[in-house]
């Protein structure tokens, strides 16, 4: 019997041990959405996978379609996005990815197929990358920018008008990023009112 497999960039998420020597792994990807993984004998030396699955990094990977679970077939590290991200303020980008990665794993419950998801987080790495000689006042604003982005794509919707606009917007500029400092305040209360009204 033969099976399709589907070629695809992605962003692990998280990644927990199953069985003896599997894992399974949360991916975001452009494509397919939020997909849940198993990588079998990934935990095993000779493993082949191992090498490219790891958390909170961009791979291109190649997925059959299980009953239960996708089967994770190859991974690989996603090097020329990768690079830029560890030469760039790695300890602040790092906490950033990882604030963002497990938001998003509480976000979303099963599994997505929304492709801006992906977008929004790849785009905001790359401003990151872009602006991490402007000092953390602009780190700030994108980072509660992703958010409320994210926050905006899953239905969860702020009534503020201003922090709306920002929302809507796709692009990363520089001066997106100045514009929005002024609305930081009421943008984190909308999200602690998100988060805690809907239990998230």
């Known amino acids: 019997m ?47 996978l191992r090498f490219g699955a790891s958390v909170r990094r961009f791979v291109k990977i190649s997925l059959v379609r299980g009953r239960e679970y996708w089967r994770l077939i190859h991974v690989e590290l996603d090097n020329n996005f990768n690079n830029l991200v560890v030469d760039c303020a790695p300890d602040g980008l790092e906490m950033f990815l990882a604030k ?7 976000l979303i419950y099963g599994e997505s197929r ?59 500029q520089r001066n997106t990023l100045a514009d929005f400092k002024t609305h930081l305040p009421r943008a984190v209360r909308s999200i602690n009112d998100v988060l805690q009204n809907s239990h998230l």
């Open 2 to 48: 033969s099976y399709k497999i589907y070629h695809s960039e992605g962003f692990i998420l998280s990644g927990r041990p199953y069985g003896e020597a599997n894992k399974v792994f949360r991916i975001l990807t452009p494509d397919l959405g939020l997909v849940n993984c198993l990588a079998q004998g990934i935990r095993l030396e000779k493993s082949k």
């Open 100 to 106: 963002t990665a497990t938001l998003l794993s509480r």
């Open 114 to 172: 929304d492709p801006d998801l992906y977008e929004i987080l790849k785009g905001a790495v790359t401003a990151w990358v872009k602006n991490s000689n402007d000092g953390k006042e602009l780190q700030q604003s994108l980072e509660i920018l992703t958010v409320v982005r994210l926050l905006t794509v899953l239905g969860y919707r702020s009534d503020d008008k201003g922090i709306g606009l920002f929302a809507e917007a796709g692009d990363w």
